[in-house]
């Protein structure tokens, strides 16, 4: 099993639609999460952190599962300008650097 | 603030030429990183640094060295450039150690290489 894995997409949506992404992770003991973003040709940048809770920022909520080892990202009310790819991030366990997936591409189109 | 800078953005080498890749921040990051990202593969970690002086493997670091001899500086260097090093590559810088919770990596805007 990889470390990280993302369904690549594409995925195809209209303005509005609500769209979810999910990723698995193979390492139970990884702490940190996070989702990037990444638009063409373009350097990553963080979305934002995946907290035990769960947590939201603005149109974006973010969702951890321990148990079952995924994260999730969840878009509403999608816009034009979300069109990107989305990397899942996990750290491999304590003290060592961060996992990036192959990411997953969301298409938004008017 | 510029950020995460990269010189040079783009470059073509022939196979057993050597450069460097030059990564400067002005964060006072601790944290410094340089990841390679190929078609399908993701970004994958090459070296990274834990602080000034001091550097370690990352997943791919065969092919390539790194130093670290000021904080806001992080060299990449090929020694004997090949195909297979055509890549694009993003380096990295953290205030926080990558394993922290709270952990951003901010990247900067990479350097395209291509290996004849």
């Known amino acids: 099993r990889k470390e990280v894995e993302q369904d690549p997409g594409p995925f195809n949506v209209p303005e509005g639609a609500t769209v979810a992404f999910n990723c698995t992770y193979s390492n139970s003991a990884s702490q940190s999460f996070f989702w990037y973003r990444q638009d063409c040709r373009k350097e990553p940048k963080l979305l934002m952190s995946v907290y035990s809770s769960g947590n939201e920022d603005g149109r974006f909520t973010a969702q951890l599962n321990r148990a079952s080892q995924y994260i999730s990202l969840l878009i509403r009310d999608s816009k034009l300008s979300d069109s990107a790819t989305y990397l899942c991030v996990v750290n491999r366990q304590a003290g060592t650097a961060l996992i990036f997936g192959k990411g997953t591409t969301l298409s938004v189109s008017s | 603030n510029a950020g995460v800078t990269q010189t040079p953005k783009f470059r073509v080498l022939k196979t057993g030429q050597s450069m460097t890749l030059l990564c400067a921040q002005d964060?006072?990051?601790?944290?410094m990183y340089w990841y390679r990202q190929d078609p399908g593969m993701g970004l994958r970690l090459i070296h990274y640094s834990v602080g000034e002086g001091t550097t370690a493997k990352g997943e791919v670091p065969d092919g390539y060295n790194v130093s670290r001899l000021k904080k806001q500086n992080f060299l990449l260097g090929l020694e004997s450039a090949a195909p297979s090093q055509t890549s694009v590559y993003f380096c990295a810088s953290s205030y926080s150690p990558p394993s922290g919770i709270y952990n951003e990596q901010f990247f900067g805007p990479g350097t395209r290489l291509t290996v004849l």
């Open positions: 964060m006072n990051h601790e944290y």
